[in-house]
């Protein structure tokens, strides 16, 4: 039987350490990018939950590589960048010690701007968008209907200071819930419910499920993604192709160390 726990789930991004300051766009007032040489048959993965770390208005991503950086300043996904060198992608890419000092204190969106100005200046990077048919999932309302309950908006939705209550149950924004699944998966997952607000929803083991990224049956006593979905949840993920915005690098440059 798979164990109960108590869970909070919440929407997943960069570090929300960020004051909410009014003014122009920022730029980094100090920057360093130093190649790393990693020992041999040593490998970095970036896991899902990974990404630069961040204090007031200094910002650091040791090590990384240009496609991590790409997907922090763009808030994109691996398989949204195209036409990558090999130097800049997979685990046997170019790693590189990023430290950056602002002006300021910036926001998430300010952040992100910076990165793609120094994307632009340190790494030459150059690109267009389009969209591309590519494999994902889409979520949607199971027959019989959703196995969770939409929670009053006047009803107080505990922080991770505040535990949940007892019995297994997952507390939080529905965006939250997509984002795990998102995680959990091995293709992006569009949803498609039309649900919003915050529910109470049965826990899922979203260890296990991360972990193995399986959607086929369910195998060792541990169910696939889309049967957790659906018995437990009343969601249906489906395998599609759907349209979705890539990046296409048209030209990128390794940086000189400073």
């Given at each position: 039987m798979m164990p109960r726990r108590r869970f909070l789930f919440a929407a997943l991004s960069l570090p929300t350490l960020f004051a909410q300051e009014s003014g122009?766009?920022?730029?980094?007032?100090?920057?360093?990018?130093?190649?790393?040489?990693?020992?041999?048959?040593?490998?970095f993965f970036r896991s899902g939950d990974a990404g630069p770390r961040v204090s007031g208005d200094s910002y650091t991503a040791n090590p990384t590589t240009l496609e991590w950086l790409i997907m922090?300043?763009?808030?994109?996904?691996?398989?949204?960048?195209?036409?990558?060198?090999?130097?800049?992608?997979?685990?046997?890419?170019?790693?590189?010690?990023v430290a950056a000092k602002a002006e300021r204190q910036p926001t998430l969106e300010q952040l992100r701007q910076m990165l793609q100005g120094l994307l632009?200046?340190?790494?030459?990077l150059r690109f267009h968008r389009e969209m591309r048919p590519l494999p994902a999932y889409v979520l949607t309302i199971a027959p019989g209907g959703p196995e969770m309950r939409k929670m009053p908006d006047d009803e107080k939705v505990p922080t991770y200071a505040t535990p949940p209550p007892a019995g297994g149950r997952m507390l939080g924004p529905f965006s939250g819930l997509v984002n795990l699944i998102g995680l959990s998966a091995d293709h992006p997952v569009i949803d498609k419910t039309g649900l919003s607000g915050n529910y109470d929803?049965?826990?899922?083991?979203?260890?296990?499920?991360?972990?193995?990224?399986?959607m086929d049956?369910?195998?060792d006593g541990v169910p696939s993604l889309a049967t957790a979905l659906q018995n437990e949840l009343g969601l249906k993920?489906?395998?599609r192709k759907e349209p979705l915005e890539v990046l296409v690098i048209d030209s990128v440059e390794k940086p000189s160390a400073n």
């Amino acid at each position: 039987m798979m164990p109960r726990r108590r869970f909070l789930f919440a929407a997943l991004s960069l570090p929300t350490l960020f004051a909410q300051e009014s003014g122009g766009p920022l730029k980094f007032d100090v920057v360093s990018v130093k190649p790393v040489t990693l020992p041999p048959g040593r490998f970095f993965f970036r896991s899902g939950d990974a990404g630069p770390r961040v204090s007031g208005d200094s910002y650091t991503a040791n090590p990384t590589t240009l496609e991590w950086l790409i997907m922090d300043a763009y808030n994109v996904k691996d398989y949204q960048i195209s036409s990558l060198p090999k130097w800049a992608t997979g685990a046997n890419a170019d790693h590189f010690n990023v430290a950056a000092k602002a002006e300021r204190q910036p926001t998430l969106e300010q952040l992100r701007q910076m990165l793609q100005g120094l994307l632009t200046e340190r790494f030459q990077l150059r690109f267009h968008r389009e969209m591309r048919p590519l494999p994902a999932y889409v979520l949607t309302i199971a027959p019989g209907g959703p196995e969770m309950r939409k929670m009053p908006d006047d009803e107080k939705v505990p922080t991770y200071a505040t535990p949940p209550p007892a019995g297994g149950r997952m507390l939080g924004p529905f965006s939250g819930l997509v984002n795990l699944i998102g995680l959990s998966a091995d293709h992006p997952v569009i949803d498609k419910t039309g649900l919003s607000g915050n529910y109470d929803a049965p826990w899922l083991d979203w260890t296990q499920l991360i972990r193995a990224k399986r959607m086929d049956p369910q195998e060792d006593g541990v169910p696939s993604l889309a049967t957790a979905l659906q018995n437990e949840l009343g969601l249906k993920l489906e395998a599609r192709k759907e349209p979705l915005e890539v990046l296409v690098i048209d030209s990128v440059e390794k940086p000189s160390a400073n």
